[in-house]
């Protein structure tokens, strides 16, 4: 099984609105992360878990929570998001690097957010 | 910092025909690793081919190879045959050394259309 599976696909919300992103992998990767793309951009990274434990959060705004419950899962929770942050959410896994060699990250199909 | 330049924001190709998509590098590191996605319409970021900068020939994953050509800090992936599902974004990044390789930086990207 090398999938990573995103929901919900597509998401609406209200700036008041409180909703989460959920993400899960059984590849038994213990690195997750979150990307946000915009339309015909490139994606950037978010946050990155390691050993479920946040190890990177790339100066995102506090109205975006990420949480990783346990090894196959990731949430990200959105409470009073702005217009702007409608994107395209995308989660990836991959093994902890360290021992060079192949280790690409596998992504999901995201979920496309709309902010109304 | 590390920095990914895709030159070439829209190619066109001939169904069959091979066609090399750029990409150049910028990285003070010694370790590093390069990857080239697809991202079709629907979102998802598929994993094409990897280089290690340690690597000594070029990769190859089917009809996807990369040019990876060091002293001049480029990874071309070259895409032999066209097919008319090659049509997507294609994605050129990099990691940084050998740990967390789902962190990546992103090129701008290159859309491909493939026609009959």
């Known amino acids: 099984d090398t999938e990573v599976t995103q929901t919900p696909k597509h998401l609406v919300m209200g700036m008041t609105n409180k909703k989460s992103l959920k993400c899960e992998q059984h590849m038994g990767h213990r690195a997750m992360y979150w990307y946000k793309q915009k339309a015909k951009k490139p994606p950037e990274l978010m946050f990155v878990y390691s050993y479920e434990k946040l190890s990177i959060n790339e100066s995102v705004p506090s109205r975006f929570s990420p949480e990783c419950p346990n090894s196959s899962l990731l949430n990200l929770h959105l409470h009073a998001l702005q217009p702007e942050d409608s994107a395209l959410y995308l989660c990836?896994?991959?093994?902890?690097?360290?021992?060079?060699?192949?280790?690409?990250?596998?992504f999901g199909q995201g979920t496309r957010l709309t902010v109304v | 910092a590390q920095k990914i330049t895709q030159t070439q924001p829209g190619m066109f190709v001939q169904e069959k025909e091979a066609v090399t998509l750029d990409c150049t590098y910028d990285?003070?590191?010694?370790?590093?690793?390069l990857f080239w996605y697809k991202q079709p319409s629907s979102g998802e970021m598929i994993f094409l081919i990897y280089q290690g900068s340690y690597d000594e020939q070029n990769a190859t994953e089917g009809r996807y190879s990369l040019n990876f050509q060091k002293a001049r800090k480029s990874a071309n992936l070259v895409i032999s045959a066209s097919q008319l599902g090659d049509s997507a974004m294609y994605f050129c990044a990099s990691s940084k050394g050998s740990s967390n390789t789902g962190k990546l930086i992103f090129g701008q990207g290159t859309t491909l259309q493939v026609k009959p």
């Open positions: 990836a896994s991959s093994q902890v690097g360290g021992g060079g060699g192949n280790t690409e990250a596998f």
């Open positions: 990285t003070s590191d010694q370790s590093y690793g």
